[in-house]
């Protein structure tokens, strides 16, 4: 099993969940997250001064899938969240030892 965590424009959460409609894909978390990358702040004007804004607000995307279906997963959310400019996001990519499926008690990729 493998997590691919994906940091988004909030705006594109929805192009996301539609590249993520596959049958195993079961699940998913969404958490509103704050970060920067390279460019680090960027200033904004508010009331007439101008500020750094150190952070921007993000989305993470987690899923938690079978390993074999990785690459294409990949590809479809490349797909649908380039758009070629700055602050396009990050797909990180990790092994998941096990998975409990609290309910049932069922484990592995029979608990995804
Ligand atoms: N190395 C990293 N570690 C953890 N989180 C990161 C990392 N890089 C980016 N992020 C997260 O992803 C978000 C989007 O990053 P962003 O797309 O701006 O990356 P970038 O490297 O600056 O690429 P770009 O030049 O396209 O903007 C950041 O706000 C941050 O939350
Ligand atoms: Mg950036």
Known sequence: ?????????????????????HPWVTG???SEVKGHGRQRGHPVIFRGSEYEVDVVPKLKIEVVVPTPLVPRILADLERSLRTGQI????LFVTPVDEAIRIRTGERGEEAL
């Not at 988004?8 to 993520?20: N, S, T």
């Not at 602050?87 to 990050?90: P, V």
């Open 87 to 90: 602050g396009d996001g990050k």
């Open 1 to 21: 099993m493998t997590r691919i965590e994906a940091i988004i424009r909030p705006w594109k959460l929805e192009e996301v969940k539609q590249a993520l409609d």
């Open 28 to 30: 998913l978390t969404v």
